[in-house]
Structures are given as C-alpha cells and as structure tokens.
C-alpha cells in the first residue's frame, strides 16, 4: 500500500508542477497500519499486485476517506471506485453517518468523492517556513504534558467525537510530542509537535487561539529550522497567525464533507492521513 501511496502521489505532483516532495516509507508504514487495524483498508489486485487502494480511519460517527490512490496510467479505468463505494460501504456498517475527506487537486478524485455526496465546503490552506517575531506569550499562559483525556474532551468539542486511540498512535509509534495549554490553570487547547510540523491541535475558544498557536509554532521552531502547520479555511484566527509570523502559504487542498460537524472553527489537523 505504502508503494501504491509513493509512486501514485509522485506521478500526481509531477502533473500538477508541484515540486517533488519526501514521505518518510517507515512513517507511512506505521500510519497505513495504524488506519487498517482502526479502520477500513480496500485494494484492487492485479497479478498479484496491488494497484489501487482505499482506507479510511472510523471514528465513532466519523470516517474520514486517508487514502484513495492507484498507480500511474490506471486512473479513470474503472479501478478506484469500487474500492471506495467498499469503504464507504464498510463505514456505514460500523455506524459513520459523516463522511469527510482532505482532497488533494486531482480532478477525477474529486469527481468521485463529489459523486458520493462529499461536498466542498472550505481549502485547507498549508503553510511552512521559518517564523519571524512571535507575540509574547501572555503570563495566564502555559505548556504542559498532555493528558490523553483532557485531548479527547477537546475533540469531543471540535471535532465531534473522542479518538484516544489516535491520542496513543501520536504519542506513541510516531513519536510526536503532545501538549495541553493552561490559562490560570484551566486546560483550554493542546498541541502536538513532531519534526517542525504543528498538529493536530484544539482550543476550546478563539480568543485561546494566539496563546496556543504562539506557544506551539515557538516550541517547534525551537527545535526544528522549518515550521508546518495546516489550517482549516474557516479557521480565520489560524490563518491570520500563520500569515503574521511569516510563514508561507505553499498549497491549497480542499475539504469535503457529507454533512456539518464539529467546529473547525478551532481545530488543526494533523494532516491528510487522520485530520
């Protein structure tokens, strides 16, 4: 699957004139395997090889489509929409009644989610870079270890649903550092952090936004000379903080939904693998 995943998104990039891009194989390795025992893995076989494949990480009434590639000259022949009619399928049966995506420009890809009933709804604006001056982190404010409870009470507010699991897979085999920010001693966001890049993240009110984001962006830029970070379009506070700290927007991808949930309002996804 992880093969499907390099040799598809690279084709993909080269089509676009997007520049090539590194994906670590033993991160991939260990996120695809995380998803398939959490989730719901479908691939299209062809001589004994894998061509096509579909995942989707099921989170209670979540699923959320982590992966729908096939390999180079095989998109458009009828190959890719059984496997995700499959796994939406799969969803369904294990309860999902929202269905979302991080769609990237392919066309035909997003044609197809479309054809589901995954519609558009905000971009999903990526940013990286070397921050400037960050704004003074207020004295109320402050990092701590974070408490895989306190995490799930976030999500549960922005996201809709508890994933504790997911909690486990970051700060476990991915190794990512995780953080809950206190003001005067109240939890009111957290953070993760892992190799520069900022995320997943939550806070329980927009005017927590700065005080998290500048803790966050400060601790990863502390240890790593290249800040990332993923913002929803409709997370007006994120966005304007990445731009004010001089990071650059490099990508637009889109966000597709069946329905409304939570409030990405206040939330940064982790990345395209389990939003």
Not at 69 to 84: E, K, N, S, V, Y
Not at 166 to 192: C, E, I, K, M, N
């Amino acid at each position: 699957m992880v093969e499907v995943f390099l040799e598809s998104v690279h084709d993909m990039r080269s089509r676009h004139g997007a520049p090539p891009a590194t994906y670590p194989r033993d991160a991939m390795r260990l996120a695809y395997e995380h998803i398939r025992v959490t989730g719901v893995f479908r691939v299209a076989e062809s001589e004994g090889r894998v061509v096509a494949i579909a995942g989707a990480a099921i989170r209670h009434h979540l699923w959320f489509l982590s992966s729908f590639w096939a390999r180079p000259g095989l998109q458009g022949r009828g190959i890719g929409m059984p496997l995700l009619r499959q796994t939406w399928e799969a969803g369904e049966k294990a309860g999902a009644t929202v269905f979302f995506t991080w769609a990237s420009p392919d066309l035909v890809a997003l044609a197809s989610y479309m054809k589901l009933g995954m519609l558009p709804v905000h971009g999903i604006l990526v940013f990286e870079g070397a921050p400037g001056r960050l704004p003074p982190v207020p004295a109320s404010y402050s990092a701590v270890p974070l408490e895989e409870r306190k995490a799930g009470e976030l999500d549960l507010a922005a996201r809709g649903t508890r994933r504790e699991v997911d909690h486990r897979f970051w700060s476990g085999p991915a190794g990512l550092v995780g953080r809950q920010v206190l003001r005067a001693g109240t939890v009111v966001g957290y953070y993760y952090l892992g190799e520069g890049n900022v995320g997943p993240a939550a806070w329980t009110d927009p005017d927590h936004a700065e005080a998290v984001m500048t803790l966050a962006i400060g601790e990863a830029a502390a240890t790593s000379s290249r800040v990332g970070l993923a913002a929803p379009g409709i997370n007006h506070p994120a966005v304007r903080f990445a731009l004010a700290s001089g990071l650059r927007l490099i990508t637009v991808n889109q966000f597709l939904t069946s329905t409304s949930f939570g409030d990405m309002g206040r939330y940064l996804p982790s990345g395209p693998l389990l939003y």
